[in-house]
């Protein structure tokens, strides 16, 4: 059964730093490339960050980059976003996503909220 579990998001001050963990279960994160998303209120779910299968290379949205990083743990068989320097507007609810098995898989969401 694939499952993605996402934890380490909270309140946080602006400037400061979180690493969000992405747990997959069912398959193996090395065989695929894996994404995060993020969605705040009121707005569209949109791509902040991904990593290919090979060689993981790494893709982000122009409002991230430069303050956040995506590497995965092959032993782990986990997925990680460190978000540093972070601002209000990073505030939302964090999603890791994979297309595994013919599906594109969600887990259940983080919460990030950057306020004073």
């Known amino acids: 059964q694939v499952q993605l579990v996402e934890s380490g998001g909270g309140l946080v001050q602006p400037g400061g730093s979180l690493r969000l963990s992405c747990a997959a279960s069912g398959f193996r994160v090395s065989l695929y490339a894996m994404k995060w998303y993020r969605q705040a209120p009121g707005k569209e779910r949109e791509l902040v960050a991904s990593?290919?299968?090979?060689?993981?290379?790494?893709t982000y949205a122009d409002s991230v980059k430069g303050r956040f990083t995506i590497s995965r743990d092959n032993a782990e068989n986990t997925v990680y976003l460190q978000m540093n320097s972070l601002k209000p507007e990073d505030t939302a609810v964090y999603y890791c996503?994979?297309?595994?098995?013919?599906?594109?898989?969600w887990g259940q969401g983080t919460q990030v909220t950057v306020a004073s």
């Open positions: 996503n994979a297309f595994v098995y013919l599906g594109s898989r």
């Open positions: 990593i290919a299968v090979t060689g993981d290379s790494a």
